[in-house]
């Protein structure tokens, strides 16, 4: 008889505990075990329910008698999809990053998306960088030594109401990066997609079924984010590329 009615898997607990994801000194041990205790309940399980349609199911999959099944929670509102994809600027010169996330742990890589972007500026690159979101690593994240030398070019904007007001950053971005150490189904880069806005991701999580390969990064990866950063953002063929197949898919 199964141990567990229903289990909902909606993270990785091996990518949560990752290096770099949180500084505990048990880490290891914390992913080593919630990583075994979830791969027990699915297999244990009546029914199990996924956010991604199989990078989590590999991972931890159902047992052989359980029934399994995906499903997003994510609902857009049609005033949330562009009515067109975008037209790249032959002219422009000036590039603009968003990055949307918590910033109460570092699971959605701010730390690494800042020291990405100061090094394609060192590198010459006209680039500037917002951040939407707020939390207690904040603090440690304006104190990087990155952000001083990215000084004006890097904007942290706090927490956004959910709707309209993000939309409207999104709509000012050429770029949209998320390069997260650990994700089930991310919510903020679907909500980019759907504004049309060319995307990088990270190779954890739901990210692969989202984006193409050529559009992920390793995670924790400073120097391919930058490289991948402005192999992006100087082909405009590309770009409006990605803008098409994001909306597509979105």
């Given at each position: 008889?199964?141990?567990?009615?229903?289990?909902?898997?909606?993270?990785?607990?091996?990518?949560?505990?990752?290096?770099?994801?949180?500084?505990?000194?048990?880490?290891?041990?914390?992913?080593?075990?919630?990583?075994?205790?979830?791969?027990?309940?699915?297999?244990?399980?009546?029914?199990?329910?996924y956010v991604t349609e199989k990078k989590l199911q590999l991972r931890y999959p159902p047992g052989s008698g359980?029934?399994?099944?995906?499903?997003?929670?994510?609902?857009?509102?049609?005033?949330?999809?562009?009515?067109?994809?975008?037209?790249?600027?032959?002219?422009?010169?000036?590039?603009?990053?968003?990055?949307?996330?918590?910033?109460?742990?570092?699971?959605?890589?701010?730390?690494?998306?800042?020291?990405?972007?100061?090094?394609?500026?060192?590198?010459?690159?006209?680039?500037?960088?917002?951040?939407?979101?707020?939390?207690?690593?904040?603090?440690?994240?304006?104190?990087?030594?990155?952000?001083?030398?990215?000084?004006?070019?890097?904007?942290?904007?706090?927490?956004?109401?959910?709707?309209?007001?993000?939309?409207?950053?999104?709509?000012?971005?050429?770029?949209?990066?998320?390069?997260?150490?650990?994700?089930?189904?991310?919510?903020?880069?679907?909500?980019?997609?759907?504004?049309?806005?060319?995307?990088?991701?990270?190779?954890?999580?739901?990210?692969?079924?989202?984006?193409?390969?050529?559009?992920?990064?390793?995670?924790?990866?400073?120097?391919?984010?930058?490289?991948?950063?402005?192999?992006?953002?100087?082909?405009?063929?590309?770009?409006?590329?990605?803008?098409?197949?994001?909306?597509?898919?979105?």
């Amino acid at each position: 008889r199964p141990e567990f009615a229903l289990v909902e898997v909606v993270g990785d607990p091996y990518d949560v505990f990752a290096p770099g994801a949180i500084k505990h000194p048990l880490r290891p041990l914390f992913r080593q075990i919630f990583s075994r205790r979830l791969r027990h309940q699915c297999d244990n399980a009546q029914a199990c329910s996924y956010v991604t349609e199989k990078k989590l199911q590999l991972r931890y999959p159902p047992g052989s008698g359980s029934i399994s099944t995906h499903y997003s929670s994510i609902e857009l509102p049609p005033e949330a999809i562009a009515q067109t994809t975008r037209q790249p600027d032959l002219n422009k010169s000036e590039f603009s990053i968003i990055h949307v996330g918590s910033l109460h742990h570092l699971y959605k890589a701010p730390d690494v998306l800042i020291n990405a972007v100061a090094r394609c500026a060192s590198s010459g690159m006209n680039v500037r960088l917002a951040i939407i979101g707020d939390g207690r690593m904040r603090a440690d994240l304006q104190a990087m030594p990155a952000v001083k030398k990215l000084g004006k070019r890097l904007r942290f904007l706090g927490q956004f109401p959910a709707g309209e007001a993000i939309r409207d950053e999104l709509d000012k971005a050429d770029l949209f990066v998320l390069p997260s150490r650990q994700e089930g189904l991310p919510r903020a880069m679907i909500e980019a997609m759907a504004r049309a806005l060319p995307c990088i991701g990270s190779t954890v999580g739901g990210f692969p079924e989202l984006l193409p390969h050529e559009d992920l990064v390793p995670p924790d990866n400073t120097e391919a984010l930058a490289r991948k950063v402005q192999e992006v953002l100087m082909d405009k063929d590309r770009m409006q590329r990605m803008s098409q197949r994001n909306l597509e898919k979105a």
